[in-house]
């Protein structure tokens, strides 16, 4: 007995980890003050296969972003593009976000940003509705932790994005 519930165990565990290789449908931004730096970094994660899925779904373009410096360009410019941050000042104090890279990591395709924290502000808004337009029910998690402030937002079609306002 104890030899074919682990076998069905093992079947059902193949079959669900079969049923990831689909979308994901879920895009995590972490937003986080570098100390040593003095650098607001943000870091996108999305699951290459959700890339790749868009892509074909919304542009017929095939991109097979572990393929070509071209697809992790287009892949890159097509996520910043969906994802805008702006601080709240008194007076004007947006900074400009710069792009620091991408990688490709166990089947997750990141890009890198930072800007430099302006010296007043009070608080953030930002919107990230990456794939939205194609998936109703995408689901973008974002996390932010400046200085004393930490707190998680789940953006989905209904609310895609969110404003924050932190004492600095």
Known sequence: ???FSIVTFSYFALLSSLSFTHEDRVQFTEISFNERSEKLEIMHRISVHDIEHYFGLHFDNNI???ESED???QATETLLNHFDLHFLCNSSCNQEMIFVGSEIDRGYFWVYQE?????SYRGISITNNIFMDLWEDQVNMLNIEILDFFDTYMLTQNRQSVSVLMEN
């Open 1 to 3: 007995m104890k030899k």
């Open 64 to 66: 097979f972003v572990f």
């Open 71 to 73: 697809d992790q360009r």
């Open 115 to 119: 800007t430099t924290l302006p010296k």
